[in-house]
C-alpha cells in the first residue's frame, strides 16, 4: 500500500496540480454542489457561471429571480431542471430565514454545529459539509466523494464491500493516522484522488497498466497474481 503522504505527490507529479472550484463561502460552495446532476465539471461552471452573472450568487437576487431566468440555466445543468430550481431557491430561502442572509457565519462555529448548519441544504450530507468546510479552509477530515474513496481502497486503505456507507468508514479509519493537518495539502488530496478515479482508476476497467501508482496498489498486485496463478 502506499501511504497517502507518497500517493498524492506522486498524483500530482502525474496530473500537475489541481484546480479548485471556483466557489468562495460556504453558500457559493452549496450552488455549486447544486449546479449540476451527472454532468462534467465544464458543464457545472458553465451553469455556475452563467448563475453569477445573469442572476448573482447571493441569497436575495436567487429567491428574487425568476422563473424565466432560472429555469433555462437549471436546464443546463442537466436531468429534472424543476427540482433544481427548487433547490437553489430552497439554498436562498434557508440562507435569508435562518442565517440572515450570511452563510459565512457558520464558519466561526465549533466545528460539529457548522456541519450541521450546512446539512440544512439540499444534497449536503456529512462528507459533503466537511467537504464545504474543506474549501473555506477549516480542516477535520479528508471528504472523499466516490471515486477518491474508490482509490483509496483500492490502493489498500480500509475494505471495499458492497455496502458503500461501510466502505466510507473503513477507509476513513484506516486513513486517520496518516491525515495531514493542513487544509490546502488536504483539498490537493480530494481533488488529486477525485481526478485519478475519473481517469485511470475507473469503476469498470481499471487502466493499472497506465496507473503512476500500480507498483504499491494492493489491487494492481492481487490482479497480477491471479494473473500469473497456474491453470489447474
Ligand atoms: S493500479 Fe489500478 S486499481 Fe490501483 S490505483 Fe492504479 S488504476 Fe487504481
Not at 497517502?4 to 479548485?20: F, M, N, S, T, V
Not at 430561502?93 to 450570511?102: E, S, V
Not at 448548519?117 to 471528504?143: E, M, Q, R, V, Y
Request: hydrophobic share 40%.
Amino acid at each position: 500500500m502506499y501511504a497517502l503522504d507518497k500517493l498524492i505527490p506522486r498524483l500530482e507529479q502525474h496530473y500537475g496540480a489541481p484546480e479548485p472550484p471556483p466557489a468562495r463561502g460556504p453558500f457559493e460552495l452549496i450552488l455549486w454542489e447544486n449546479a449540476c446532476y451527472l454532468l462534467s465539471d465544464e458543464r457545472r461552471k458553465e451553469v455556475f457561471d452563467s448563475l453569477r452573472r445573469l442572476v448573482g450568487l447571493n441569497a436575495a437576487s436567487i429567491a428574487n429571480a425568476s422563473e424565466e431566468v432560472l429555469l433555462p440555466l437549471a436546464t443546463r445543468g442537466g436531468m429534472r431542471p424543476e427540482t433544481r430550481v427548487f433547490r437553489w431557491r430552497e439554498i436562498a430561502r434557508i440562507t435569508l430565514g435562518q442565517f440572515d442572509g450570511n452563510l459565512d457565519a457558520v464558519l466561526s462555529r465549533p466545528l460539529s454545529q457548522g456541519r450541521r448548519a450546512l446539512k440544512l441544504f439540499p444534497n449536503i450530507g456529512d462528507p459533503g459539509a466537511d467537504k464545504i468546510l474543506l474549501f473555506c479552509g477549516i480542516a477535520s477530515t479528508l471528504p472523499l466523494e466516490s471515486n477518491g474513496l474508490r482509490v483509496l481502497a483500492r490502493i489498500g486503505y480500509g475494505r471495499q464491500q458492497k455496502d458503500y456507507g461501510k466502505t466510507y468508514r473503513s477507509v476513513q479509519a484506516d486513513l486517520s493516522p496518516d491525515l495531514p493537518a493542513s487544509p490546502v495539502v488536504l483539498q490537493k488530496s480530494f481533488l488529486l484522488l477525485r481526478a485519478h478515479g475519473q481517469t485511470l482508476c475507473k469503476e469498470t476497467a481499471p487502466r493499472c497498466h497506465e496507473c503512476p501508482v500500480a507498483k504499491h496498489c494492493d489491487y494492481a498486485s492481487k490482479r497480477a497474481a491471479s494473473f500469473l496463478a497456474p491453470v489447474r
